[in-house]
């Protein structure tokens, strides 16, 4: 039967018994509101380790100043059944003052790649993703865990941070899971107005448009960019970056020779929206 644990000290001392016992851990770090892209993560992590923990912290460290902190969508006992279903072990449901107590002094930042592409639009985000997950590595003590490339800049930004400061974590990234019309799934969806949401789907458009002509030879990044650009500007959207970059280092690459992913984020209407696709 799944539980759920609320603090810190009962969470370590959890992962620390079970590995005891030769137990493997497997962690899908998530901020709840579930859908079938999380559940595909839960589905891989299941295979990974012989314990399934998810943890469901709506991390405020990553939001800024003028996001959508309050409004993010929460729906508690949603998730649970939505991860019970999916055979999740151990809900780690902690709230901020357990993750951040007062008064909190130490963040871990990656730099260079935490301050281009999305981190250029917001600022101080993926400190904050990098201080919670370091933070849930040292809580939940996984030996694994699963993360979309549907936030591709974070999950390379993850495993530097892994490399660098020698984490014994194995990350592993999971194919985006898309809504049958091919938007990218995420909780930030529900934000889209019905004509918002239409429009939307002309970012997996020009990705998708990009990439076809990729596969006809076209290797040149500013084609490439003006395609998928042409497709978000046509449907009314608003362009935050459109870039083709090196998938190890975000760099941008301008004459494909090797694997590169196309990268992209746009505003329909106020919901900021990302997407990428693999160029190989």
Same mark, same amino acid.
């Given at each position: 039967?799944?539980?759920?644990?609320?603090?810190?000290?009962?969470?370590?001392?959890?992962?620390?018994?079970?590995?005891?016992?030769?137990?493997?851990?497997?962690?899908?770090?998530?901020?709840?509101?579930?859908?079938? %892209?999380?559940?595909?993560?839960?589905?891989?992590?299941? /295979?990974?380790?012989?314990?399934?923990?998810?943890?469901?912290?709506?991390?405020?460290?990553?939001?800024?100043?003028?996001?959508?902190?309050?409004?993010?969508?929460?729906?508690?006992?949603?998730?649970?059944?939505?991860?019970?279903?999916?055979?999740?072990?151990?809900? &780690?449901?902690?709230?901020?003052?357990?993750?951040?107590?007062?008064?909190?002094?130490?963040?871990?930042?990656?730099?260079?790649?935490?301050?281009?592409?999305?981190? /250029?639009?917001?600022?101080?985000?993926?400190? %904050?993703?990098?201080?919670?997950? #370091?933070?849930?590595?040292?809580? $939940?003590?996984?030996?694994?865990? $699963? &993360?979309?490339?549907?936030? &591709?800049?974070?999950?390379? $930004?993850?495993?530097?941070?892994?490399?660098?400061?020698?984490?014994?974590?194995?990350?592993?990234?999971?194919?985006?899971?898309?809504?049958?019309?091919?938007? #990218?799934?995420?909780?930030?969806?529900?934000?889209?107005?019905?004509?918002?949401?239409?429009?939307?789907?002309?970012?997996?458009?020009?990705?998708?448009?990009?990439?076809?002509?990729?596969?006809?030879?076209?290797?040149?990044?500013?084609?490439?960019?003006?395609?998928?650009?042409?497709?978000?500007?046509?449907? %009314?959207?608003? +362009?935050?970056?459109? +870039?083709?970059?090196?998938?190890?280092?975000?760099?941008?690459?301008? +004459?494909?020779?090797?694997? #590169?992913?196309?990268?992209?984020?746009?505003? #329909?209407?106020?919901?900021?929206?990302?997407?990428?696709?693999?160029?190989?």
């Amino acid at each position: 039967m799944m539980k759920v644990i609320k603090t810190v000290h009962e969470m370590q001392a959890f992962s620390h018994a079970q590995r005891t016992g030769g137990k493997r851990i497997a962690l899908v770090p998530t901020m709840g509101y579930l859908h079938d %892209g999380h559940i595909s993560l839960l589905n891989e992590a299941k /295979k990974q380790g012989d314990l399934l923990v998810m943890s469901l912290f709506v991390n405020p460290m990553q939001f800024g100043p003028k996001e959508d902190l309050a409004k993010y969508p929460r729906d508690f006992a949603r998730d649970t059944m939505i991860a019970e279903r999916a055979g999740t072990d151990i809900i &780690f449901y902690p709230d901020a003052q357990e993750m951040y107590p007062g008064p909190f002094k130490t963040t871990v930042y990656v730099s260079d790649l935490s301050d281009i592409l999305c981190g /250029k639009t917001r600022p101080g985000h993926f400190q %904050g993703v990098t201080t919670v997950v #370091a933070k849930l590595f040292n809580v $939940i003590l996984p030996h694994t865990a $699963i &993360f979309g490339e549907k936030d &591709f800049q974070q999950l390379v $930004i993850l495993r530097r941070m892994v490399k660098d400061l020698n984490v014994p974590v194995e990350i592993i990234g999971m194919p985006i899971i898309r809504e049958p019309d091919g938007l #990218a799934m995420s909780s930030r969806n529900t934000y889209l107005s019905v004509d918002d949401r239409h429009r939307a789907i002309s970012i997996s458009k020009g990705l998708s448009n990009a990439l076809d002509a990729f596969h006809k030879g076209v290797r040149d990044d500013k084609k490439l960019r003006e395609i998928v650009r042409n497709d978000i500007q046509s449907a %009314g959207l608003r +362009e935050d970056y459109v +870039e083709v970059v090196d998938e190890t280092t975000l760099q941008p690459v301008h +004459e494909l020779s090797h694997t #590169a992913r196309i990268v992209t984020a746009a505003y #329909a209407g106020n919901v900021r929206l990302i997407d990428n696709m693999a160029l190989k």
